[in-house]
């Protein structure tokens, strides 16, 4: 291969890698001294894969959250309650986190969705675009031990 030949491929190689390790935006919450440091715990020890996807960088820098993957599925501790949360909803149990699934998101398996957990505290919120809907359940069990680990559980599921 010649030199400009070479030069073309490395150039095609780096314009791939910037684009899949684009920073992700995240809705960052301010958070009292407390939860941002259990947030950064959180943060901490959350898997570098989900979905089957890597973990991406995330911005602005600091931000209480994570993503994977492209399209992102975006993790967000320190969330407020989630909309269309009432206070007889049931959730999705696993082990001791319960996860919060408006109703119709739950039916509607086509369209993105957001997990908010309830139980434990800060609130965590993971938006799953529809393209991961089929591993999603897994993606929350795979979530779960980390938040046992690293939250205080608060509540407990209806």
């Known amino acids: ?7 073309v ?3 095609l190689v780096l314009l791939t890698s910037a684009c899949s390790s684009e920073a992700v935006e995240i809705d960052a919450p ?5 939860e941002a440091a259990a947030c950064a ?4 020890a959350l898997p570098d894969t989900l979905f089957g996807e890597q973990r991406r960088p995330v911005h602005p820098d600091g931000a209480p959250g994570a993503a994977w993957g ?5 993790l967000t501790c320190g969330v407020g309650e989630p909309s269309g949360y009432e206070p007889t909803a049931g ?8 996860w919060f699934v408006p109703q119709e998101q739950l039916t509607d398996v086509g369209a993105d969705a957001t997990a908010t957990v309830l139980t434990h505290s800060p609130r965590v919120e993971l938006q799953v675009p529809a393209d991961y809907r089929t591993t999603g359940q897994s993606a929350l069990a795979e979530l779960t031990p980390v938040i046992e680990e690293t ?3 608060t509540d407990r599921c209806l």
Request: charged share 25%; with cysteine; hydrophobic share 40%.
């Open 30 to 34: 301010r958070l009292p001294a407390n």
């Open 91 to 98: 959730c999705i149990e696993i082990r001791s986190v319960g």
């Open 41 to 44: 715990e959180l943060l901490d």
């Open 9 to 11: 491929v490395a150039s």
């Open 70 to 74: 492209d399209p992102p599925a975006v």
């Open 151 to 153: 939250l205080e559980r």
């Open 1 to 7: 291969m010649s030199s400009g030949t070479w030069g």
